[in-house]
Nanobody
Framework: QVQLVESGGGSVQAGGSLRLSCAASGRNVSTSPMAWFRQAPGKERDFVAAIGWSGDSTYYADSVKGRFTISRDTSKNAGYLQMYSLKPEDTAAYSC??????????????????WGQGTQVTVSS
């Protein structure tokens, strides 16, 4: 059974940083793409970032380019989202997702099979 568990969320002031982690079990992150999505209250779930199965390709939403970095550690079977220069509009519940093996990754929510429960990020002005 595949499980994804996020951690690292919290409350920060604008301009601050956070690093989210996604611990995976039942799926090898070295052969599967991983993505981060976020959902603010009353809004749809939006794509944030993705990394392809090989680790060579990364994708970012325009709103986070240059501020967020997605990565993974295959030795820990985990993925990460490093967030810098946080803004109040980054406030949301962040979820990691895993796609099928050997898939390049995408920004499409429907391309991901498994999801974590999410971790809350709150940025105050």
């Amino acid at each position: 059974q595949v499980q994804l568990v996020e951690s690292g969320g919290g409350s920060v002031q604008a301009g601050g940083s956070l690093r989210l982690s996604c611990a995976a079990s039942g799926r090898n992150v070295s052969t599967s793409p991983m993505a981060w999505f976020r959902q603010a209250p009353g809004k749809e779930r939006d794509f944030v970032a993705a990394i392809g199965w090989s680790g060579d390709s990364t994708y970012y939403a325009d709103s986070v380019k240059g501020r967020f970095t997605i990565s993974r550690d295959t030795s820990k079977n985990a993925g990460y989202l490093q967030m810098y220069s946080l803004k109040p509009e980054d406030t949301a519940a962040y979820s990691c997702a895993s796609g099928p093996p050997y898939y390049a990754g995408s920004c499409r929510l429907s391309d991901y099979e498994y999801w974590g429960q999410g971790t809350q990020v709150t940025v105050s002005s």
